[in-house]
């Protein structure tokens, strides 16, 4: 994909950056959501304008062609865009969070040059290859395999539910080189497409997030340099729960988008003179709306602040994602039989939502991973 220059002089803050992504999305995302959604697919004018605007640069710094930003900037651009269309928001934050960050953050300089740059500038979308057909949550059960030869390492094996990987420029594939090392076995690989026996197959068709492209991808003795290797070899597993930590940041702030947008169709079904359980529904769904946002601020804001924000994270997307679910369910109750119809508005937002409790870590895993940092092995248990 070629993109542009970036457009006009670049927000200083997130208040800056949340006024552009609302422009754009009123303008160019708003008007195509319903046939996102329809056509499964988002518009390439539509990927050039995240580009030029210097979305797909966020959280890089200039000096690696990005368009800096800290955490707030980008979990309120995010927002912003899906709450235009849900599809559109988890393309960035896909590229963003879990193949532009890891990048910046263990490439090195070399890797940087060749691989940030493009992404940064919006020339390469980047994907995420964790997930197989047999391991999701449980990701030190890897299969996809890799051997080291003279001049690099060979992968084989498949990825499967793999966001942006049919446009992707790039790819981070996690591999193991024995499945008996657990995670100790895991590394992680730049692979760019392209690359002989290297292959997107099957294009999976999803209940909700239609148009955020999810495939299969198929390595066959997949050769790859020695520079391809991200980090040390051996600590990939660190590299991936890294960027889904951050990543979970950014599905939140998604799943915020599209629980705004639901709670505006809310309102558009209820009035003042509307029976009592009605408005009741809406005003339990403002209260969840504000706990999701002060969430989504919180976890942002420890991030930046560079402590440790893994509960945050976690509790950020656990949350977000349900309150989400609720107030799309809540707003086709409200909305009565037009808000199942195909095409309607609230119904997609429902689809969308329920989406997002199962990406970058399920509800289950969020609560798993609370329960442990909450009730850690052979310490006092003092959570607060
Ligand atoms: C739209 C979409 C986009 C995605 N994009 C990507 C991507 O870009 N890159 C990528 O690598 N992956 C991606 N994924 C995969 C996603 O991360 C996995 O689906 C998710 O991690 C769950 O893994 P799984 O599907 O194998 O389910 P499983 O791990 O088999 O889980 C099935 C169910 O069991 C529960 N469960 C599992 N283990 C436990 C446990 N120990 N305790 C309690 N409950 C448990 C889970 O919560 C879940 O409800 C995507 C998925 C979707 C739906």
Known sequence: ?????????????????????????????????QQIDRDDRVPDTVVRGLAEEGFLGLGVPTEWDGTGGDTRSVVAVLEELSRASAAVGVLVAVHLSVCAAPVLQWGTDDQRERFLRPLARGERIGAFGLTEPGAGSDTASLATRYQKDDTGFILRGTKTFISNAVSAGLVLVFATSDPGLGHKGISAFIVPPGTDGFSVAQRLDKLGLRGSETTELVLTDVRLPRESLLGV????????????????????????????????????????????????????????????????????????????????????????????????????????????????????????????????????????????????????????
Do not use: H
């Open 1 to 33: 994909m070629l993109a542009g220059p970036v457009r006009g002089a670049l927000p200083t803050d997130a208040r800056g950056w949340r006024g552009r992504a609302q422009a754009f999305a009123t303008r160019e995302v708003g008007p195509v959501a």
């Open 233 to 384: 070899e051996g600590e990939g597993l660190r590299v991936a729960l890294g960027a889904l930590q951050g990543g979970r940041v950014g599905i939140a702030s998604c799943a915020l988008g599209v629980a705004e947008a639901a709670f505006a169709e809310m309102l558009r079904s209820v009035s003042a003179e509307d029976a009592e359980w009605k408005r009741s529904i809406l005003a339990r769904s403002f209260a969840d709306l504000c706990a999701a946002r002060a969430l989504v601020a919180r976890a942002a804001e420890v991030k930046d602040a560079g402590g440790s924000y893994v509960n945050d994270a976690s509790v950020a997307k656990l949350v977000a994602a349900r309150v989400a679910v609720q107030i799309a369910s809540a707003g086709v109750d409200l909305a009565g039989p037009s808000g199942v119809r195909s095409g309607a508005t609230a119904e997609r937002l429902l689809r969308d939502a329920r989406v997002f409790p199962i990406v970058e870590g399920t509800t289950e895993i969020q609560e798993l991973i609370l329960a442990r940092s909450l009730l850690p092995a052979g310490t006092e248990r003092n959570p607060l």
